[in-house]
């Protein structure tokens, strides 16, 4: 880890020391950063979560702990932040150069982790694939995935909410597949298929973009 590593970090312990009230202190971290969309965005998304993992036997805790720290990659600006991660000694792969917006969950892993204290691998790695998913994931992967996707942060109602919602009912397997496989349609306009998410495809049997 190089210097800009460590000032990033230290920073960040200095600037925005956790009170103990976790969904407080995730807000006042995106507010004094100007991220107001991720703002709305993620208690909704851990309201959805919550409700998912309750339904389907996940624990809600874990579900509300990862969905509030998912997106903290998030505040730092996609022309900084592979260069950032790079400081961090982060794997940095040629899609994510390409497309950098998919590096915010590497590093949303390391915000929970550093500044937040999550040592539960199950929430970490929840959070680390919440974007595109992986070749085996957990319930807990599932239920914070397809959460993000129903409670998107683009404003409004998706356009695949209701598809998605009742594909969700037949368990969060099926959810996982439904939207894996629109993710993988002209539809779902993918700017470029991130290896985890390749492997999700291949995993689920669902044949990638051409």
Not at 19 to 32: E, K, N, R
Not at 171 to 185: K, N, V, Y
Request: aromatic content about 8%.
């Amino acid at each position: 880890m190089d210097a800009r590593g460590v000032g990033w970090r230290s920073s960040l312990r200095r600037d925005f020391p956790p009170s103990g009230d976790l969904a407080a202190d995730v807000d006042a971290l995106f507010a004094a950063h100007g991220r107001e969309k991720t703002r709305e965005h993620v208690p909704r998304m851990a309201h959805a979560a919550v409700t998912l993992a309750r339904w389907s036997g996940v624990d809600p805790q874990a579900a509300r702990t990862a969905a509030l720290l998912h997106d903290l990659g998030g505040i730092v600006a996609w022309s900084k932040i592979t260069a950032l991660c790079q400081s961090l000694n982060l794997p940095v792969v040629d899609e994510e150069r390409r497309v950098p917006m998919l590096l915010h969950a590497k590093l949303s892993v390391v915000v929970a982790r550093e500044l937040y204290g999550i040592k539960d691998e199950t929430i970490l790695q929840a959070i680390r694939f919440h974007t595109t998913l992986h070749a085996q994931p957990t319930p807990l992967d599932m239920v914070i995935f397809l959460a993000d996707k129903l409670e998107w942060d683009q404003g409004g109602i998706p356009p695949y909410y209701a598809r998605l919602l009742s594909a969700v009912d037949g368990g969060l397997e099926a959810g996982a597949r439904w939207f894996l496989d629109w993710m993988a349609s002209p539809e779902a306009r993918l700017l470029i298929p991130h290896p985890d998410l390749r492997a999700a495809w291949t995993a689920f049997g669902i044949t990638p973009p051409k």
